[in-house]
């Protein structure tokens, strides 16, 4: 617009309000998120709808986002990992991630058994090579001591006192070595004593070991087993079956046979327990008389062996005398 003057003759120029807009600064974009843009046009979805029909759409919203809301706590499971915490997943995920730790669980407690194992193994080799290394050592003393034993005995006859008149030297030096000899000879029993003593021990503990472990198997295996239970089977072992105790005691080292006398002594009780109680005894009936005549008073299965011999001798004489057949 161009400048104009007043009938006064004052020039005026145009007014603030008529000028051309400066030109304003430019407003920052910022970016949104997918999900922010989504609820954007959610809401100005709603605002539109709310200008077109004149209908306060809040509630509408609140119950929607009740609905969403939930549908997220249904879509999540609650997870107890192996730190003890609490966790929130996808419920689709939940079977997964349990199967996952059942096998981790599973795998942790394989791999602590497998190592048990093997230094139960590494222990068991350790012990039954220092035990063949201790014995052949002793065969070696035993050697030895069979070797120093024969040339001891060299000694054992001679006269030093007549050998020292002839040959003082000789004679002393041979003692020497006859000293010599006894002293070291002494050494290896006491060094062979002291091997078997320890190996006897060795054997006991081991025994008591392989015990224990048996008994702990036992235990395993064999529901309600306790110092009763171990009663009857061995006086079960030992009554009806005759195994001597002797035996029984080597077997208590094997858990296969004390499960086998087990399972024996069970099924003799229950054939026990199957059969009918309390069942009369059969009355053995009266032998009669050779001839037809009225039965014997007596039962022959009662008599004394010399009642019952005279009686069948009775028996057989009158059969013979009427002809028939002696039974």
């Known amino acids: 617009m161009s400048d104009f003057t007043t009938s006064d003759g004052i020039e005026n120029s145009p007014s603030p309000a008529t000028e051309a807009p400066s030109s304003a600064p430019a407003e920052t974009t910022v970016e949104q998120s997918p999900i922010e843009a989504d609820r954007a046009a959610w809401d100005a979805k709603f605002a539109d709808q709310d200008e077109k029909t004149g209908v306060d759409t809040s509630t509408v919203k609140t119950a929607a986002a009740v609905e969403h809301n939930k549908a997220i706590e249904e879509a999540l499971a609650a997870i107890r990992w192996t730190d003890g915490k609490e966790y929130k997943v996808p419920a689709v995920f939940k079977d997964v991630l349990t199967k996952a730790e059942s096998l981790d669980r599973d795998y942790t407690h394989k791999t602590q058994r497998f190592s048990e194992e093997r230094k139960e193994v590494e222990t068991a080799l350790k012990a039954e090579f220092e035990r063949v290394m201790m014995h052949r050592q002793h065969v070696e003393e035993m050697t030895e001591a069979k070797t120093l034993q024969t040339r001891i005995e060299q000694y054992k006859d001679i006269d030093f006192a007549a050998w020292a008149a002839q ?36 054997n006991k503990r081991q025994q008591y070991v392989s015990m224990q472990r048996a008994q702990q198997e036992i235990v395993k295996s064999i529901p309600n087993w306790g110092p009763d239970v171990a009663k009857q089977v061995t006086e079960f072992s030992a009554n009806t079956l005759g195994i001597p105790m002797e035996v029984l005691n080597d077997l208590n080292q094997f858990p296969w046979a004390i499960r086998a006398l087990h399972m024996a002594m069970g099924q003799h009780q229950a054939l026990a327990s199957a059969q009918p109680q309390n069942m009369p005894k059969p009355t053995p009936e009266p032998v009669p008389k050779v001839g037809g005549s009225a039965p014997s008073a007596k039962n022959p299965d009662h008599l004394s062996m010399s009642d019952w011999l005279k009686w069948r001798n009775g028996q057989v004489a009158r059969a013979r005398q009427s002809g028939s057949r002696v039974h």
């Open 167 to 202: 040959d003082p030297a000789a004679a002393q030096k041979h003692q020497v070595i006859r000293n010599e000899l006894n002293l070291r000879m002494q050494e290896l029993n006491n060094g062979i004593q002291q091997k078997i003593t320890q190996e006897e021990q060795d």
